[in-house]
Each structure stands twice: as C-alpha cells, then as structure tokens.
C-alpha cells in the first residue's frame, strides 16, 4: 500500500522538475514502464521458456495485436506498390478484391510509383482500371518534375464507378453538371 502512495509522488516530484503537467508525466511514466517490462518478458522469456513455448507466446502476442487494430475500426486500406514488381497487382479483379475489404465509409490509399507527369500508358491505364472499380478517385502527384514519382491515389468506398464523357462545344453539358453537383 506504502509502495502504490509513493509512485505518484515520484512521478509528480520528476514532472515538476521537469515541467511536465501531470497528465504527460503519467502517460510518460506509463509507456517507460511498457518498455522496461516488455524488456524484462523478453529477457525471462529467453531465458525459461522452450523454441516452441517461445512460438507460441509471439502466435498469439501477434493474434492481440492484429485483434487490436481491427478493435480501432480501421476502415482503410494502404496499398504500396512499385511498378516494376507488382504488375500482377494492377489488374482490375486485385483492385475489386481491395475494394471488398474496405468498410462502408472508409478510405484506400495505394502509394504508385509512376512517371511524374503521368504521360506513359501504364500510368495512364493503372489509373483508368483504379477509376472503374472505385469511381473518380483523388490523385497526387509528388514530385512532378521526376521521371519517376509517388503517386498517392485516395479511393473512397463511398464513390461508385459512373459514365464519363467529354465537354464539346456543341450541346455542353457543363455547366449543368456543375449545377446538379453542388
């Protein structure tokens, strides 16, 4: 009981000392003392448990934290891909496949490497079967000038896939199309 009075004081006592208002001190304090006892479990863990008993601690060490993340209601997907090595990762059934595990509401992100001007038909193609699976999608282009760029590209589970055409000068439909988006 003496032991449990005295850590806050301690903690209150270095907080002061340092300037730290009492919520940061004890949210320091906290994440030292998950480093010093994930160092400690480590430590005996080696030391007394078997390969396989070690096995089977970080199985379900690992289940906890992917239970965790999906406990937070992760609503997304990251996508990274390098061009040159996932070609098979571009396809339209990959990206529907994507599409399937994102929750109502939520967001894809997939990270492209691509020509920074997005002028060579691979970029232009990826982007077009991106566009028929998801709709219209949000494209960034990093570092323009670049003959290779990320290329962020945000889809939103929310958007649908929808007929696109071109504004001409005859019959221009622009200005009723800006009128029924807003």
């Known amino acids: 009981m003496v032991f449990r009075k005295r850590i806050p004081t301690v903690v209150m006592t270095l907080a002061r000392a340092i300037g730290l208002d009492a919520a940061v001190a004890f949210s320091v304090s906290a994440r030292l003392w998950q480093v010093i006892a994930a160092t400690g479990t480590v430590i005996l863990m080696t030391q007394f448990f078997s390969r396989e008993l070690q096995g089977y601690y970080y199985t379900i060490v690992s289940l906890l934290a992917i239970q965790g993340f999906l406990d937070l209601g992760l609503s997304g997907i990251i996508v990274l891909l390098a061009s040159h090595e996932s070609a098979h990762l571009v396809t339209q059934e990959f990206w529907t496949a994507a599409r399937r595990v994102i929750k109502p509401g939520g967001v894809m992100i997939a990270n492209l490497i691509l020509d920074g001007r997005l002028e060579t038909p691979y970029a232009r193609n990826l982007l ?55």
């Open 128 to 182: 077009t079967t991106i566009d028929s699976v998801f709709g219209r999608c949000a494209v960034e282009v990093l570092h323009k000038a670049q003959a290779l760029a990320n290329v962020e590209v945000t889809c939103f589970a929310s958007s649908r896939p929808a007929a696109t055409g071109v504004y001409v000068d005859e019959k221009n439909r622009a200005d009723l199309d800006l009128a029924r988006s807003r």
